[in-house]
């Protein structure tokens, strides 16, 4: 029997379904996390074979220890892996002092956690990307926008999500930001980029060990999380019923340059929204950024119920046997809305229930974790068109 490490396999609280498909095909899961296993969920404490609890996941040597005392009970680890943004650089290290090879290493990790080392692997996918400057001082920063203009985007070079981002429009700005960096934390390495007039379109991929998708969707974001997140604003974002071909060609291409194998994948474009020199034409893609994990919250649900298929276990079905043959059945929309505590909203909770029940698949409160990007409370339903979708968001969201 393999063996299977799964970091913090209880957050996001969705992941436990990972751990089921990889236990139902035969793998040893074993869990590692920082929550007592008393309050694990009783679906999770069944789909692991054994949990080894640490203080905390933020604590390197204790996890370290904790990974050790797993290959002393149960013998070599075949995989490691938390499929979370935060930990990637965690998961890379461990593989890489254990001698994991199925998966990233600690030499893998600037290509793909550097937003300004992804531009190299676009480039060569043949997909543009906004001009970048890497910031220092007010005088080169200064220089940059005198080529570009205002608006421009600063945000840590290595991040996670649209956590301190921001689009600066003036000097007057660009010197706030300046000064809070230097004062708070003058150690991130900022990135600086031109302003792009686009909505975001994702590639969402499930990628086996030759580098070839077996499970390809996408999903689209109307409005930037940078300003849902600094505006405190409602979140919005829906996965297409059928992927376009550009994007599917795009991610392809930039699999391919990545270099990604066996890995569930959320790579981002902006697809313009009007024609920008420099970049291209209204409609055209832009690579983004990547992230080698799957897209965040309750993505892989949504991708589940626009498909009508199984993709924890698609997923487990790659890492077990290299392929998987579970088929898919009709295709949706289906539209995520996040309403923000504290707004005035025309139609209260009950009567969006009693209107798009049948719709309806998922609602819930969003983890504070995830509230900042995903709001308070979330809406989560299928629409066979795109214009019923719409209507649907006019409702949630409307505001007195």
Not at 59 to 77: M, P, Q, S
Not at 324 to 353: M, T, W
């Amino acid at each position: 029997m393999k063996n299977f490490v799964f970091i913090s396999p209880n957050f996001p609280t969705n992941y436990w379904m990972f751990c089921r498909e990889l236990k139902n095909n035969g793998m040893n899961v074993l869990g590692i996390g920082d929550q007592p296993y008393a309050e694990l969920s009783d679906e999770l404490k069944g789909s692991l074979n054994e949990y080894f609890k640490v203080s905390s996941l933020e604590n390197y040597d204790e996890v370290y220890r904790a990974v050790a005392f797993l290959i002393y009970k149960h013998g070599k680890i075949d995989w490691l892996e938390s499929n979370n943004e935060y930990w990637l650089e965690r998961d890379a290290h461990l593989r890489t002092a254990f001698h994991i090879t199925t998966g990233f290493q600690d030499e893998d990790i600037p290509r793909i956690k550097y937003k300004s080392k992804m531009k190299a692997y676009y480039k060569e996918a043949g997909i543009p990307t906004a001009r970048y400057h890497l910031v220092e001082a007010y005088e080169d920063c200064k220089a940059f926008i005198d080529e570009v203009s205002y608006p421009v985007v600063v945000k840590p070079d290595n991040g996670v999500g649209a956590a301190h981002t921001y689009k600066l429009k003036s000097d007057k700005e660009l010197k706030a930001f300046l000064a809070e960096w230097k004062a708070e934390s003058p150690e991130v390495p900022y990135i600086m980029e031109e302003f792009v007039h686009a909505e975001v379109n994702s590639y969402d991929a499930i990628i086996d060990a030759n580098g070839e998708p077996i499970f390809e969707t996408g999903n689209v974001t109307p409005n930037s999380i940078m300003d849902v997140v600094n505006d405190n604003d409602n979140s919005i974002y829906y996965i297409v019923r059928d992927l376009p071909e550009d994007t599917r060609a795009a991610g392809r291409a930039a699999v391919k340059s990545f270099g990604v194998k066996s890995r569930f994948i959320h790579f981002e474009f902006f697809r313009l929204t009007e024609d920008q020199d420099g970049l291209g034409k209204k409609g055209q893609i832009i690579g983004l950024e990547v992230n080698m994990r799957p897209c965040g919250g309750f993505t892989p649900d949504m991708i589940d119920f626009a498909h009508a298929t199984n993709v924890y276990k698609i997923w487990a079905d790659m890492i077990v046997f290299g392929k998987s043959e579970l088929a898919q059945g009709p295709h949706s929309f289906c539209a995520y809305a996040g309403r923000r505590d504290g707004k005035n909203f025309v139609y209260s909770h009950e009567q969006i229930l009693e209107k798009y029940g049948k719709q309806m698949k998922m609602v819930d409160r969003i983890p504070e974790a995830l509230s900042g990007a995903m709001g308070n409370q979330m809406y989560v339903a299928i629409f066979p068109t795109e214009q019923e979708m719409n209507d649907f968001y006019s409702d949630v969201l409307a505001c007195r």
